[in-house]
């Protein structure tokens, strides 16, 4: 990455992007820490992300900006961005995330320093010093029921959560696949420069986004045609039972022989994600579609 590196330690690496916004790259495999950033005004600086250990982000602020932390931006509520919230909301700061993940993030019966505030839809927040950040959140179910992105529109830079990760690191317990890509496709055709993606080594371009729209459609097209071919007889809706007793087993095998036919879409997923994550991609999302029809 040809930007300025300006920490390292704990197996993270801050690199300057701007004078006023930074990019956190964090280790996922050892550390199960997402990427984030760092969002600085003339007066404070915001934080996006709360991976495990998040709070060494509070160190990082101190050591590196020598300003005080003013709040959190989440991009959704999954373990690997927000386990690090708690040591947080023992400060006086403020927590912008999804208005659905209020009650998950903070539930009324507890008490913290911290002040939250949900988002529904844009909110735009002007930071001294000219630094203009602009949260936003989906009307439906993407990668998660609680994305929210953070865009810093002089920068052209969307921090968009896992909602675009390098393809190996694509999840999808709890996702809607269908209106991700939908998602996906609307933002691409927004005007944009770089992607600060949840998982991945550096920022991405902004076309990165319909690339990764592409092969989302790809993973749902093969979990689709795996699906009817487990149960054709099913499609009629009369056996919904079957579905219920679908073992892991049998999942895998089915996946297994899709792939071994090495059709181009199948070839297409393992250039991208390698022949395992690309099984495992397929697999979610197959449970998914059995989810939903079991639901
Ligand atoms: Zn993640």
Request: glycine share 8%; charged share 25%.
């Amino acid at each position: 990455m040809e930007y300025e590196q300006i920490y390292q330690g704990n197996m993270v690496e801050i690199f300057r992007i701007a004078d006023y916004f930074y990019f956190r790259r964090a280790n996922l495999p050892v550390r199960e820490q997402c990427n984030g950033a760092f969002i600085v005004s003339d007066t404070e600086v915001f934080i996006v992300d709360a991976p495990p250990g998040g709070i060494e982000m509070a160190c990082e602020v101190e050591n590196l900006f020598h300003k005080p932390l003013a709040g959190l931006f989440l991009t959704h509520g999954h373990t690997d961005h927000v386990n690090g919230l708690a040591p947080f909301l023992e400060r006086e700061l403020t927590v912008f995330c999804n208005y659905r993940l209020l009650s998950y993030l903070a539930p009324e019966d507890k008490k913290y320093r911290a002040h939250f505030i949900g988002v529904d839809g844009t909110l735009k927040l002007h930071l001294a010093g000219d630094v203009d950040v602009e949260l936003r959140t989906l009307n439906d179910v993407a990668h998660s029921k609680g994305d929210m992105f953070v865009r810093i529109p002089k920068l052209g830079i969307i921090c968009t959560g896992d909602c675009v990760v390098e393809p190996q690191t694509a999840y999808f317990h709890g996702a809607d696949i269908r209106s991700w890509i939908y998602s996906l496709r609307k933002l691409a055709d927004e005007k944009g420069k770089y992607v600060l993606a949840g998982h991945g080594p550096s920022l991405f371009p902004y076309s990165y986004i319909g690339e990764f729209a592409d092969y989302l459609s790809v993973i749902e097209k093969c979990a689709r045609i795996c699906f009817m071919r487990f149960h054709p007889e099913l499609l009629d809706r009369i056996n919904e039972e079957r579905f219920a007793n679908v073992t892991t087993d049998e999942v895998k095998v089915l996946i297994e022989d899709f792939f071994s036919e090495g059709s181009q879409d199948v070839l297409f997923l393992e250039g991208k994600a390698g022949k395992e994550d690309a099984r495992r991609t397929v697999r979610m999302v197959l449970w998914e579609l059995i989810r939903e029809w079991i639901r």
